[in-house]
């Protein structure tokens, strides 16, 4: 990923004549080396758009995989191999309700972040 920000980035300012820096932050990664851990991490991916208020329902954010999670057509569908995930559930529904159930309180979260300015 770095590789690839840096990269682009150098791209954009030689394209647009600027200098610095064109991404907010760094690169995050962990290392997820349990089953639970990939489950809650894919839960959180999924909600971030709802949590950043770009849409009510993670289904109804477009450039998400959450559509094939749930077994609903989506382009570029194929590309995404949700069953490492959904092996942890009993249906694609059982998951569905897995990540609603954090919609809240990831939202109340990112809130309480928020105000302390983390």
């Known amino acids: 990923m770095h590789r690839i920000t840096n990269s682009y980035a150098h791209f954009y300012n030689q394209k647009h004549e600027q200098k610095g820096p064109i991404f907010e932050g760094k690169f995050k990664a962990v290392l997820i080396s349990h089953e639970y851990q990939l489950t809650h991490v894919s839960r959180y991916i999924h909600l971030n758009p709802v949590t950043s208020l770009l849409c009510n329902r993670p289904e109804d954010y477009d450039f998400s995989s959450y559509k094939t999670y749930l077994g609903l057509p989506q382009p ?18 059982t998951y569905q309700e897995f990540v609603m159930d954090q919609k809240d309180y990831q939202k109340e979260l990112k809130y309480l972040k928020h105000l302390l300015g983390k």
């Open 76 to 93: 570029f569908g194929q590309m995404v191999k949700p069953e490492s995930v959904l092996a942890n559930f009993r249906s694609s529904k």
